[in-house]
C-alpha cells in the first residue's frame, strides 16, 4: 500500500475564538493514490491520532493504527481505490499543534494554547487538503468526535464533500455525558501535578488525573452488557496489581476485581500515550460543540449539503445513541438529502466502532461505491419482501429503525 506521512506547515491560524498562532502544524498520514476524485478524509475520535492504518507506533511505542481492519488494500476503504487522509486535530499531541507544542517564545503553549474547536479541526483539514492539491472530497467519514468533525464538513463546506459517513456520532452531546467530561476534566485539573497546565518541563506529571479522566472516559466507551460479559463481579488473578487508591486501608481486605483492574490497565497505558492538556482541550471542543449553533435547526445546517449521507449507530452506545442518530437522520431528511441510518445490534457500548469492523465495514463500502441507493443487502436469507423506506440500510444488522 502506497501510504505518506508528514506534516505540513500551515503558517498563521485563526482559531473561531479571534485568537491566532503564528504557525499551525498538522500532521498526517495518507494511504493510496490520489486520482483527482477519489479522496475520503478520515476524521479521528477523541484520542486517536492520523495513523489509521498501518503499523505506526507512538512515542511510548505503543502500536496505534486504530482502524486497520476498515482501511487498507481490500478493506472497506480500500486502499487500491481511494486516497486515505487523515490528519490529526489541533490541540492533540501526535505531532499537529496543540498545548504541548512549543510556543513563539520557545516555551510549551500549555494552556496559552487558544480554546480550540472542531470548527477550527475542519478548518485546518481544509487548509492540508489544499496543500496536498485535494478539492473536493469523494467522502468525509468520522466516528464518535470525528463524527462531529465529519458533520461540520457538510456544514462549513457542504459543496466539498460528495458523501457523508457518520459513525457513532450526534450534533451535540447530552447533558449526562457533558457531566462526565467535566468530572474528567475536574480530576485533571484538581491532580497538583497539573500545575496549571505548566508540568512539561517538570519530573512528575498530571498522570492521576489523566488516569482517572481516561477511567471515566472507558466506562462511558463500554455498556452494561460488554462489562458484564467482560468482567462480571470476578475478582482479578492473585498476580494483579492495585493501583487505585493503593493507601487505602480497607483495600487489603476486598478484592481487586476484574474491572478495575481493567480500568487501571487501561489507564496506565493511557497516560504514555496522551497529554493531559490536550485531554481538556478536545473534550471541551467536543462539549462544545453543536451542529445547530448558527442556524435555526440542525436541519437548516446540514440544507446546503447536496451530496448523501450514511449514518451508522448502535444500540448498546450510551454515549452517542441510536435514538440522536434517528434524530439526525431526521434533519437529513427535512432537507431532502439521501439518508440512511443503519442502527447497529451491538453491545460493545461506543467503542463498537473500533471493535466490529465486520458490521462497520460493509455498510460503509457499499455506500462509498454506490451512495445512499447502493445500499446492499449482505446476508439474502434475513432479506426482507421490500426495502420499506430509506431508513432501512441492511436487514443482516437489525436496525431499530427499519419498521
Ligand atoms: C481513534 C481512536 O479511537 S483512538 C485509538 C484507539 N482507541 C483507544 O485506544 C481507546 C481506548 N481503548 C479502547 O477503547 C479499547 O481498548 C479498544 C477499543 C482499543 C479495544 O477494545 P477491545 O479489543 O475490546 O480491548 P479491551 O478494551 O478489552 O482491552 C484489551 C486490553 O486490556 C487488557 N485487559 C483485559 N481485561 C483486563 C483486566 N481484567 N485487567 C487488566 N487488563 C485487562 C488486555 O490484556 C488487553 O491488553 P493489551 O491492549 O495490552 O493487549
Ligand atoms: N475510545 C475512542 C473513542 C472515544 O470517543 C477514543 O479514545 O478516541
Given at each position: 500500500m502506497k501510504s505518506d506521512s508528514g506534516t505540513v506547515e500551515l503558517g498563521a491560524f485563526d482559531?473561531?475564538?479571534g485568537a491566532e498562532i503564528p504557525n499551525m502544524e498538522v500532521a498526517y498520514e495518507s494511504y493510496g493514490e490520489f486520482d483527482g476524485d477519489n479522496a475520503v478524509l478520515v476524521c479521528h475520535a477523541l484520542t486517536g491520532s492520523q495513523n489509521v492504518a498501518g503499523y505506526g507506533t507512538d512515542t511510548a511505542g505503543q502500536a496505534r493504527a486504530w482502524w486497520n481492519d476498515i482501511v487498507g488494500p481490500g478493506k472497506a476503504i480500500d486502499t487500491n481505490d481511494y486516497y486515505v487522509v487523515c490528519a490529526n486535530v489541533p490541540g492533540s499531541c501526535y505531532g499537529t499543534t496543540g498545548p504541548a507544542s512549543d510556543a513563539p517564545n520557545g516555551d510549551p503553549y500549555g494552556t496559552e494554547f487558544p480554546p480550540v474547536t472542531v470548527g477550527d479541526w475542519t478548518r485546518a483539514q481544509r487548509r492540508l487538503l489544499d496543500e496536498l492539491g485535494v478539492g473536493r472530497l469523494h467522502a468525509v467519514v468520522g466516528g464518535s468526535v470525528g463524527g462531529m468533525n465529519a458533520l461540520d464538513w457538510v456544514r462549513q463546506y457542504p459543496d466539498d464533500v460528495r458523501y457523508l459517513v457518520g459513525i457513532a456520532t450526534a450534533p451535540r452531546l447530552d447533558p449526562q455525558c457533558?457531566?462526565?467530561?467535566?468530572?474528567?476534566?475536574?480530576?485533571?485539573?484538581?491532580?497538583?501535578?497539573?500545575?496549571g497546565g505548566d508540568y512539561y518541563d517538570a519530573d512528575e506529571k498530571p498522570t492521576d488525573g489523566l488516569a482517572l479522566a481516561r477511567q471515566l472516559g472507558h466506562v462511558m466507551y463500554l455498556s452494561k452488557a460488554s462489562?458484564?460479559?467482560?468482567?462480571g463481579r470476578r475478582a482479578a488473578g492473585r498476580d494483579a496489581r492495585r493501583d487505585s487508591f493503593p493507601s487505602d486501608p480497607a483495600a487489603a481486605f476486598f478484592p481487586y476485581r476484574d474491572v478495575e483492574s481493567y480500568l487501571d490497565y487501561q489507564a496506565e497505558k493511557f497516560v504514555d500515550r496522551f497529554d493531559a492538556n490536550s485531554y481538556l482541550y478536545l473534550t471541551r471542543a467536543m462539549d462544545d460543540y453543536d451542529l445547530s449553533e448558527g442556524y435555526e435547526s440542525d436541519a437548516d445546517a446540514v440544507a446546503a449539503f447536496e451530496g448523501e449521507t450514511l449514518l451508522l449507530s448502535f444500540t448498546g452506545d450510551w454515549h452517542f445513541t441510536t435514538e440522536q442518530?434517528?434524530?439526525?437522520?431526521?434533519?437529513?431528511?427535512?432537507?431532502?438529502?439521501?439518508?440512511?441510518h443503519h442502527a447497529i445490534e451491538s453491545d460493545h457500548g461506543h467503542d463498537a466502532f473500533l471493535v466490529e469492523p465486520e458490521k462497520v465495514g460493509p455498510p460503509v463500502r457499499d455506500f462509498l461505491e454506490s451512495g445512499v441507493e447502493g445500499r446492499a443487502v449482505h446476508d439474502t436469507e434475513d432479506e426482507p419482501e421490500s426495502v420499506p423506506d430509506d431508513r432501512d440500510f441492511a436487514p443482516v444488522h437489525s436496525s431499530l429503525f427499519s419498521r
Open positions: 482559531f473561531e475564538c457533558l457531566a462526565l467530561d467535566a468530572i474528567a476534566r475536574r480530576a485533571i485539573t484538581t491532580d497538583p501535578d497539573w500545575n462489562m458484564e460479559r467482560k468482567f442518530a434517528e434524530t439526525l437522520a431526521a434533519s437529513f431528511r427535512e432537507r431532502s438529502v439521501p439518508v440512511a
